[in-house]
């Protein structure tokens, strides 16, 4: 059975994608989830323009062809990109080894005690050697702690109360505000000084705030101009 999930490739063997399930058309648990990785995700491709990177989102992560993927509620991987002809079989999900390496985050968003995300999943990750592993927990289901962090030490993972992802060059931090019209405490990117990671809303926010500042400061400078006898069109 084993050998008809490889196909030659000159002198090795690489898995045939066309064995695999790629999609099951499961559909995300809960609207909170949704939100969740939607910021998760989005946040990332509106601020890192400039850096080559892979998040998704209940997109599923093949790290062997004897076992079905694992699918984590968002993955990031550091110098990765969909491959251009993504609706070919082996592009549609991340096949570890076609990207040369595993994720550098998986995050777990927790909804229920049903997923086993400090047992069997913790155990999987650690075995594809994924370097940091975050479970959200923001209904308390596992514990009375929100957000553990698991950073991978060799072979395993330790737990660490360190919020900055060294290896990524971001942290994470428990923020409270406001998401596509939403009220609540939200899982975010951040960076070193704590700043969260804008999404592409708070940048265009951000971007008019400055621009009528801006505007403010030149019509100052305009009525000063003009209580010297100075006309400000003139200069």
Request: proline share 5%; hydrophobic share 35%.
């Amino acid at each position: 059975m084993v050998e008809q999930l490889f196909i030659n490739n000159d002198d090795y063997y690489v898995p045939d994608a066309n064995q695999f399930i790629t999609e099951n058309d499961t559909p995300v648990d809960n609207f909170a989830s949704a939100k969740q990785q939607r910021l998760l995700v989005g946040s990332l491709y509106s601020s890192l323009q400039n850096q080559t990177f892979l998040a998704e989102a209940n997109v599923g992560v093949y790290y062997t062809d004897l076992q079905p993927p694992i699918v984590p509620d968002v993955f990031l991987s550091l110098d990765a990109q969909v491959p251009e002809n993504w609706w070919e079989k082996q592009n549609r999900c991340y096949m570890v080894w076609r990207f040369g390496k595993p994720p550098e985050v998986a995050i777990e968003i927790v909804s229920n005690k049903e997923g086993d995300e400090l047992g069997k999943k913790l155990g999987i990750y650690e075995h594809m050697r994924v370097s940091y592993y975050i479970v959200y927990d923001p209904t308390q289901q596992l514990g009375e702690q929100v957000l553990r962090l698991y950073e991978l030490r060799g072979r395993r993972y330790f737990e660490t109360t360190e919020t900055w992802l060294e290896q990524v060059g971001l942290g994470l931090t428990l923020w409270q505000g406001e998401f596509e019209g939403r009220q609540d405490v939200w899982l975010r990117w951040c960076y070193k000084d704590g700043i969260v990671v804008p999404t592409g809303d708070e940048r265009a926010s951000q971007a008019e705030q400055l621009a009528f500042q801006a505007e403010q400061r030149a019509q100052l400078l305009a009525e000063k101009l003009r209580a010297l006898g100075i006309d400000p069109n003139t200069l």
